[in-house]
C-alpha cells in the first residue's frame, strides 16, 4: 500500500456518496426531460456531470480510504479495479465462457421476446450468472492442476473432470429452466 501526497478532495468524498449523486443526478435529468422542466433536467445534467468527475478523480488516483488526522490528510492508494479488470480478461479468454454467453444471452433475449415475466427473467439471469462463475472457476481449477502437476496425472484428470462436471449441472438447469419458462410462451 503506497501513501501519496496529499490531494484536494471534492467535497463529496465518499463512494456511496458519488455513486448516490450520479443516481440522483441522472434521475434529475430523466425526470426533469419526461416534465419538460428545464430547470430541473439542468440542475440533474449538472449534478451528474461533477458527480462522474468526482468518479474519474477516484479512479484516476485509485483512491480507497481517506484518513483525516490533525496535521494532515493521508491518502491510501491501492488497485482495487486491476484484479477485476484481470479476471474478466481470463474469463472471455475461455471459448466455452464465450459460448456459454452467447447462447445464455440469446436465451434471454428469446425470453424477453416471447414475453416472460420479471421473476422468470430474474431466475435466468441468476442461472446463467451462476453457470458463468462456475466456468471461470472451472477454467481456474485446471490452469492451477496444470501449473502444479504439467505431467499427465491420473489424480490430476480425476480432479478436472469433476469440476468440469460443475459447469455442465448450471447449464443443465439454464436449459431445463429455459424449456420451462420460455417454450410454453412461444406455443
Known sequence: MQVCKRIAIPKFHDRVSIV????TGLFLTID???RLNIIEGLIGLGLTIHMVDTFRLYKKHRIVKIIKTNTERLVY???RVGWWRDALKFAWSQFPF???VVICTLGITIGLLAGIGMTNLVLL?????LGWGMEVANSAVETLCDLIHPDYSPKVKIVKD???SVPIFCYTAYVISWMILVIPRLI
Open 20 to 23: 448516490f449523486g450520479i443516481i
Open 32 to 34: 426533469g426531460i419526461i
Open 77 to 79: 492508494v491501492t488497485d
Open 98 to 100: 464465450r459460448v456459454w
Open 125 to 129: 439471469v441468476a442461472i446463467a450468472c
Open 162 to 164: 469433476a469440476f468440469a
